[in-house]
């Protein structure tokens, strides 16, 4: 099965310089990765997602690359602000016919903000 | 919207007690499944379903059953809680559609078996 690798576990970054966390990925049959942010007691909720099909997609200080050939895909945050602080994961998943069913995840990613 | 519910928010148990976990969505979502969440092993995944009627297991079943009556609900049963089951569960949904492919998280369930 899908095995998801994340680096660091944890990141302490200035406020306002930019945030790189990075996965692997080892099933070449993956097209879809999701990043999401989970803020204390609360479920992960979706920031940014990427289809197999496409590179790199930016939501305002949100940025996302994929590289196939690699299998590794990472997740840029810029501008870094105290409510970015949260554990992050990324994850990959086979979207079949009619979507998607099920996700494996990395292992997250622990973000301070220091201001 | 409401979106994923779930309850209990927090459950004690004593090893070999049973309890079933309750997850709902309004969403009309084909696709549920749930996760567990242990500390640096992110979530892995219990059991899913496809749709009312369809289940099947994912990376980590034993000790877990599930079942989907209807579209809304889909209930995490523990039959005989066992401490290596002490973890944070998550329900997720997600709309059977090629082009729209976010799961929606509930808030979770902490689970404590002594």
């Known amino acids: 099965g899908e095995n998801v690798e994340q680096h660091p576990s944890t990141l302490s970054v200035q406020e306002g310089d930019s945030a790189v966390i990075k996965c692997t990925y080892s099933?070449?049959?993956?097209?879809?990765f999701p990043w999401y942010k989970q803020e204390l007691g609360k479920g992960p909720q979706l920031i940014i997602d990427?289809?197999?099909?496409?590179g790199e997609k930016k939501d305002q200080r949100i940025a996302v690359t994929l590289n196939k050939t690699a299998k590794h895909f990472s997740l840029h945050i810029t501008e870094t602000q105290p409510e970015d602080s949260a554990v992050y994961f990324c994850?990959?998943?086979?979207?079949?016919?009619?979507?998607?069913?099920?996700?494996?995840f990395g292992t997250g990613t622990r973000l301070t903000i220091i201001p | 919207n409401a979106g994923v519910t779930q309850t209990p928010k927090f459950q004690v148990l004593k090893t070999g007690q049973s309890m079933t976990l309750q997850c709902a969505q309004d969403?009309?979502?084909?696709?549920m499944s749930w996760y567990r969440q242990d500390p640096g092993m992110g979530l892995r995944l219990i059991h899913y379903?496809?749709?009312?009627?369809?289940?099947d297991q994912g990376e980590v079943p034993n000790g877990y059953n599930v079942s989907r009556s209807t579209t809304e609900d889909f209930p995490l049963r523990l039959l005989s809680a066992a401490p290596s089951q002490t973890s944070v569960y998550f329900c997720?949904?997600?709309?059977?559609?090629?082009?729209?492919?976010?799961?929606?998280f509930g808030p979770g369930t902490r689970l404590t078996v002594l």
């Open positions: 997720a949904s997600t709309a059977r559609r090629l082009a729209d492919n976010e799961q929606f």
């Open positions: 379903s496809v749709g009312a009627g369809i289940t």
């Open positions: 969403m009309n979502h084909e696709y």
């Open positions: 990427i289809r197999s099909n496409v």
């Open positions: 994850a990959a998943s086979i979207i079949k016919d009619f979507g998607n069913e099920k996700l494996t």
């Open positions: 099933d070449s049959a993956s097209n879809y």
